[in-house]
């Protein structure tokens, strides 16, 4: 991959790795899941993206667990399904997956459930005959500094973050439809990544991360009313609060986004990316100091989090 926060330089571990399916390890080429599975037939379920860092003893940790665990049981409640484990168990399989691939740092995870196999390929819930499924997707990735040192650019698509009586953007789903339209226009215009309005024309959020401005001292960031609850941009929120910078949630416009100070984006993959260019127009510093100081105050807050070692107790 060479655009976006999600560019990662290869790893040749990857190839030989291990992935969980419904708590059975299997080779990369041989990890495989059934054609009338929920979240192949109709995109139903819910996931969850983790970074993994070495812990105090040397082992992976993976920070914010908790914060993603809640996140990860509140869409299946909301899609009506529930896991055959308990966020402690849940846990434990998460890092019984690492420790068989030897993943201690430098590993993202891709946490993927679905309601389970369909009967038959059809939307109704009633029709699904199995728990829900499970898959564990551990790989070696570090985010490649050449989009922190240059800056992304972003490209204002016409794809909008809906209302959520339509499909609530909220709800960390397989079905990323609109965000997948809104990255195809934004790689068609040569820009990293999009970034996208809400229904009444106020800046939402990226297709894939969060987005942020800096005005005079001070950080600008949606309202939060049309997109997921990130758990790198609430970190980042609290961590900013904690440090006496003053934090709006409110709506502002592309005309607020282009004369900003800095410009940053959030995501669990690569933490905290300066934006350099919006549209066309180059903000006045792609890393600036605002970016700076929130940057190692993140790598502060990740360090606390795994301080104490892997936790798996969260019932």
């Known amino acids: 991959m060479t655009h976006s926060t999600h560019a990662y330089a290869p790893d040749p571990r990857n190839d030989s790795i291990l992935i ?3 708590g059975e390890l299997f080779p990369r080429a041989d990890a495989k899941v059934s054609v009338f599975d929920s979240g192949f037939v109709l995109g139903d379920g ?3 993206g983790l970074r993994v860092y070495a812990g105090p003893d040397g082992k992976g940790v993976i920070a914010f667990l908790d914060r993603h665990l809640a996140r ?20 434990e399989r998460l890092y019984a997956c690492l420790d068989a691939n ?6 993202h995870v891709r946490l993927m459930t679905s309601r389970g196999v369909k009967a038959t390929p059809y939307q109704d819930p009633r029709a699904t005959i199995t728990p829900p499924t499970i898959v564990i997707i551990p790989e070696f990735k570090t985010p490649s500094p050449d989009a922190g040192a240059r800056g992304l650019s972003l490209f204002t698509v016409h794809v909008r973050r809906g209302y959520p009586d339509v499909q609530d953007q909220k709800l960390n789903s397989h079905s990323k439809l609109n965000c997948i339209m809104a990255c195809i226009q934004a790689a068609k215009a040569d820009a990293d990544e999009a970034l996208m309005l809400d229904p009444h024309g106020f800046v939402a959020t ?11 001292g ?52 690569a933490g905290l990316t300066p934006v350099a260019e919006i549209d066309g127009r180059t ?22 989090d795994i301080k104490d070692g892997r936790r798996v107790n969260f019932d």
């Open 20 to 22: 969980d399916i419904n």
């Open 46 to 48: 819910v996931w969850e």
């Open 72 to 91: 990860l049981y509140a869409g299946a409640k909301t899609l009506d399904y529930e896991f055959p484990l308990s966020k402690t168990e849940f846990a």
């Open 102 to 107: 030897e993943a201690h740092d430098g590993v």
């Open 206 to 216: 990226c297709n894939s991360t969060h987005f942020f401005i800096v005005k005079d």
């Open 218 to 269: 001070e950080i600008w960031t949606s309202t939060g009313d049309f997109c997921l609850g990130g758990i790198t941009r609430k970190v980042i929120i609290e961590t900013a609060r904690e440090a006496g910078v003053t934090v709006h949630e409110r709506n502002f416009s592309l005309h607020d986004a282009y004369n900003a100070d800095e410009a940053f984006v959030t995501g669990t993959f």
């Open 283 to 304: 903000l006045g510093a792609a890393s600036g100091p605002m970016v700076a100081k929130l940057r190692g105050l993140y790598k502060e807050r990740v360090a606390n």
